[in-house]
């Protein structure tokens, strides 16, 4: 089932099916730092502000509370997520 992604600030969309949040930010021209691509970095750590994410598979790296790694997860939920300053690429 697709839920809906808003990124705060931002707007929303929907992930397509199969797709790891962080695909489907990239998807949507939304560009984050990233290492690994695997859950074992925590490079592209964004905060969830509300709704659930599930985890392909238990990521190694620390997360804080009320961070996700998009990475390595997909929304479970509608869920609104805010990427850190530090976190968006530019240009
Ligand atoms: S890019 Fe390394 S944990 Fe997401």
Redesign the pocket.
């Known amino acids: 089932m697709t839920h809906i992604v808003k990124v705060m600030d931002g707007f929303s969309f929907m992930p397509r099916e199969g797709q790891s949040l962080?695909e489907a930010l990239e998807s949507e021209r939304i560009e984050i730092d990233?290492?690994?691509?695997?859950?074992?970095?925590?490079?592209?750590q964004v905060d969830l502000l509300s709704g659930d994410v599930a985890y392909d598979q238990e990521?190694v790296?620390f997360v804080p509370p009320g961070r996700i790694?998009?990475?390595?997860c997909r929304a479970q939920s509608d869920i609104t997520i805010e990427i850190p300053e530090s976190q968006r690429k530019t240009g």
């Open positions: 962080l990233y290492q690994c691509r695997q859950g074992f970095c925590g490079a592209c990521p790296a790694l998009p990475c390595c």
